[in-house]
Structures are given as C-alpha cells and as structure tokens.
C-alpha cells in the first residue's frame, strides 16, 4: 500500500488544456514536496509546501496543500508540451524522517 | 562536479552475478537514499542513510540487496544473485538533513539490466 496515492496514473491533454493531478494520504505530512522526471533523469524538485492551506503558483503551475496536511493538488494552465513528463509527490509523515514517493503520474501533452 | 553522481551509468549483467552500483552524494550532505524505478513506474524507497546512525533498511526487497556508505560519503548498493526481476532503474539522492522540506537532490540513475 502506498503511503501517497497519485491520481491519475496518466493523463493525456491537448497543449492548451488545463490538468489536476491530485495527491492523498491518510497520514498527516509536515510538508509535502512535487518533483518531475524526464525520461533517462532523476527527479527534480518543483515546489515544497509547509502550511495547510498553503497555496504556491510557479509560472503556470499551481499547488496547494490540503488544511489537514493529508493531501495535496498540482493544477497546470494552459499545458505545454514542455510540461510533458512524470511528476511526483513525496513527503515526509509526521510520525516518520525519511522522504516517501507517490507512484506518480505520467502527463503527456500532445502538440 | 556539484550535483549527485552515479556510476555506472548502465549495467548489463548476466542473472546469477553480483553487482555494486555507486552513489557519490552531494559534499556536506548528511542524508542519502536509494530508490528502485521501474519503467514507467514512481519511486520504491530501499534505503536510507542519515549521518552517523544507523541506517533504515525497511525498504530492502530481500537479503541479496545490501548498502554501505563509507565515511558518510559515498555509497555502494550491492545486489548479489542477481535476477530478472532486479532489472530497473536505482536512483540515489542526497538532501542536507530531514529536516522540514528538505530538497531532495537526485543522480541520474543506474538502468540495471539482467539477461
């Protein structure tokens, strides 16, 4: 069982499109952390939120964390193909000190 | 360089065999990870390296796979007997503690093949 469920698994959209990609846990998390993966990369650290009911925009990209610090959403406007990639959510619990990853979601933004 | 390094890059090896795949974390660095990725899939957590204590092994999928880090630097992941189902992507990172949003900082990956 995942400590961080990712929804969707993958998600397919029109550049120009909007997406949400959503990340949920019954654990409580001190802060939660989005990176992307490109193919042949490691994962690179998008945006960390710390307060629930945080929310952080970086360009087109905007996140939030849930108020009771359990989930979390990733929103992009207006997709580019450049967007295209594996993101992930990862954290750390509470009650835990090591970084846990979600399964990911895979997007693909079509031309 | 300043980024985390991983060597090699690729590993081919033939099932039965014993391979070690190397980290080199990030200088000053306490924290250190090793992930499994298979393709197409997110991170499976194997290890975990803080400081001087000792480290979490919760993550290790059975006795074949060991770690070490020496120095509180560099660290090798050793899978011994190695079998198909160990073929995947070992990615390490470093971070500087675990502390509150600490940055994870990642390698490029070891592609681990067993024919």
Known sequence: TQLLEQSPQFLSIQEGENLTVYCNSSSVFSSLQWYRQEPGEGPVLLVTVVTGGEVKKLKRLTFQFGDARKDSSLHITAAQPGDTGLYLCAGIPSNDYKLSFGAGTTVTVRA | ?115
Do not use: M
């Open chain 2, 1 to 115: 360089g300043a980024g985390v390094s991983q060597s090699p890059s690729n590993k081919v090896t033939e099932k039965g065999k014993d391979v070690e795949l190397r980290c080199d974390p990030i200088s000053g660095h306490t924290a250190l990870y090793w992930y499994r990725q298979s393709l197409g899939q997110g991170l499976e957590f194997l290890i975990y390296f803080q400081g001087n204590s000792a480290p979490d092994k919760s993550g290790l999928p059975s006795d074949r796979f060991s770690a070490e880090r020496t120095g509180g630097s560099v660290s090798t992941l050793t899978i011994q007997r190695t079998q198909q189902e160990d073929s995947a992507v070992y990615l390490c990172a470093s971070s500087l503690g675990a502390g509150l949003g600490t940055e994870a900082f990642f390698g490029q990956g070891t592609r681990l093949t067993v024919v």
